[in-house]
């Protein structure tokens, strides 16, 4: 018994726990759990909060969440820069579950109240106000903003420029968005500041191919989850929610990785 725990805490500590403190990345386990994770958090979610709360998934919803989206990746980038201790609810993946533990009391809040978005917003908003006033007062260089912003505007261009020649829904306009967002600050950190891919699969594509891959590669998975939920998931609601989701899991890292690098550079 005592040998059986001991593995067990041995692949649990080599797949989940260490990495995390390590920042040594991404592993084809940890990687697949963490998936299967997000997908669950995302068809429960929805199916015993959203939905029974009768909050209708629209841009209002999107606007709610955007501010502890904010806090969430801006107080990962204060861990990573020292400006916070390592904590596990700090680091990723404990930072999803520490921003969804205190949004889900204002949005219950907001819908018991009938206030909604109001509560959320406000309360994200505060949170997010006090973790970039960290990032500000211990940013050592705004240089790479201004480069991933140059980056981010010429991808949106060409983005929003499609989506006026072929339309397709809206909230699912805003997680792209988010992810070329996130492109624009992972291409940045990867090529001009020598920083190291720790996704598992991107890790190996940048390694052979450049930093740059990515925008091919993220647009390509992009359009196979669109199209992908368009069929898998036929209730609207619940398949908007997925947009949701997406995008969050965009912004975040698009917010992180930036604030990461003014702190660190």
């Known amino acids: 018994m005592v040998m059986m725990l001991e593995a067990v805490w041995k692949f649990f500590n080599q797949y989940f726990w260490e ?5 040594s990345g991404y592993n084809p386990i940890n990687t697949l759990v963490y998936a299967l994770l997000f997908g669950l958090g995302v068809v429960y979610s929805y199916r015993y909060i959203i939905k029974p709360l009768k909050i209708k998934v629209d ?3 999107f606007w709610a969440v955007t501010p502890m989206v904010v806090f969430g990746a801006t107080l990962r980038a204060l861990v990573d820069g020292g400006v916070l201790p390592q904590h596990p609810l700090l680091l990723t993946p404990g930072i999803f579950f520490t921003a969804f533990f205190l949004i889900v009391p204002a949005l219950v809040a907001d819908a018991k109240l009938k206030t909604y978005p109001k509560i959320t917003i406000v309360w994200g908003t505060i949170l997010a106000l006090w973790a970039n006033y960290l990032l500000i007062t211990h940013a050592k260089n705004w240089k790479p903003y201004e480069l991933t912003m140059i980056h981010t505007l010429i991808s949106w261009a060409i983005v929003l420029a499609f989506y006026k020649w072929r339309p397709f829904d809206k909230l699912y306009l805003y997680a792209v968005l988010a992810h070329y967002y996130d492109m624009g600050s992972t291409v940045v950190g990867l090529h001009y500041y020598g920083y190291r891919e720790v996704h598992w699969i991107e890790h190996h594509l940048v390694q052979w191919f ?4 990515y925008y091919p590669w993220i647009t390509v998975i992009l359009i196979a ?4 939920l368009k069929y898998l998931v036929p209730d609207e609601e619940e398949r908007r929610f997925w947009y949701l989701a997406i995008y969050v899991l965009g912004l975040g890292p698009a917010i992180r990785d930036p604030a990461q690098m003014v702190l660190q550079i």
């Open 225 to 228: 989850v669109y199209y992908g």
């Open 19 to 23: 990495p995390m403190f390590t920042r």
């Open 210 to 213: 450049g930093a740059y891959i």
């Open 59 to 61: 841009e209002r919803l």
